[in-house]
């Protein structure tokens, strides 16, 4: 399968504990996104990587979430001190660009539950 | 501000009954994409069309077609001949055009629920 990956599907941890996820893009894709879903709503845009540089950040990204692409393959998100709030599933996609356009493919997502 | 809206919450039909989806957005820019995915259970977003804006073409595949309206600002989804697999979470999301590094972030819908009863 040659498909956009992410682990774990599932975290289930304490409030007030840390968690990096990892998602693994499409090999042949140098733009990298993260999205935040939460019941009931569409996915909302956190931060967007080209490579390795980390191009743009949601002011939904707080000061608690960090996401890296080094080498500008695959990416982690981390939440530092997680909220009850926090818990959501996360979506991670990519892309390669044509043109002014793109066609982001996603992964299967984590799901995370802050107790 | 860019802005897709999903009126319909969830739709229930009966397999074989045809249903459309409706996607309305607001947008200012005159170069901008318009996109579906469909969510199963499953959680992940599959990817099912992509239009830009210059393009107001209906396009047809298979069961599926899209209608894009601008004067309207409307980009609707139909589905011919429901099957029970079709049940799931469909959004509606628009990108503006990027260039260079810009982002094409996607804004999307709260999302239809289709509910295909056998």
């Known amino acids: 399968d040659t498909g956009v990956s992410q682990d774990p599907r599932h975290k289930i941890t304490k409030r007030g504990q840390n968690v990096t996820f990892r998602c693994d893009p499409i090999?042949?894709?140098?733009?990298l996104y993260w999205y935040r879903q939460t019941l009931g709503q569409g996915p909302e845009f956190l931060t967007y990587?080209?490579?390795?540089?980390?191009?743009?950040k949601s002011r939904l990204l707080s000061d608690r979430f960090s996401a890296e692409r080094p080498k500008g393959s695959f990416s982690t998100l981390e939440i530092q001190r997680t909220e009850q709030g926090d818990s959501a599933m996360y979506l991670c996609a990519s892309s390669s660009r044509t043109g002014s356009s793109e066609t982001q493919y996603f992964g299967p997502g984590t799901r995370l539950l802050v107790l | 501000a860019q802005k897709v809206t999903q009126a319909q919450t969830e739709i229930s039909v009966v397999e074989k009954e045809d249903v459309t989806l409706d996607c309305v957005y607001e947008t200012r820019d005159t170069t901008y994409y318009l996109f579906w995915y469909k969510q199963p259970p499953s959680g992940e977003l599959v990817f099912l069309i992509r239009r830009n804006s210059f393009d107001e073409q209906n396009e047809i595949s298979g069961r599926y077609s899209w209608n894009f309206q601008k004067s309207t600002s409307s980009f609707n989804f139909t589905i011919t001949a429901s099957q029970v697999v079709d049940s799931a979470v469909y959004f509606c999301?628009?990108?503006?055009?990027?260039?260079?590094?810009?982002?094409?972030?996607?804004?999307f819908g709260t999302g239809t629920l289709l509910a295909v009863q056998p």
């Open positions: 999301a628009l990108s503006e055009a990027g260039y260079g590094g810009a982002t094409n972030k996607l804004i």
């Open positions: 090999s042949e894709h140098n733009r």
């Open positions: 990587f080209q490579n390795e540089a980390q191009l743009e």
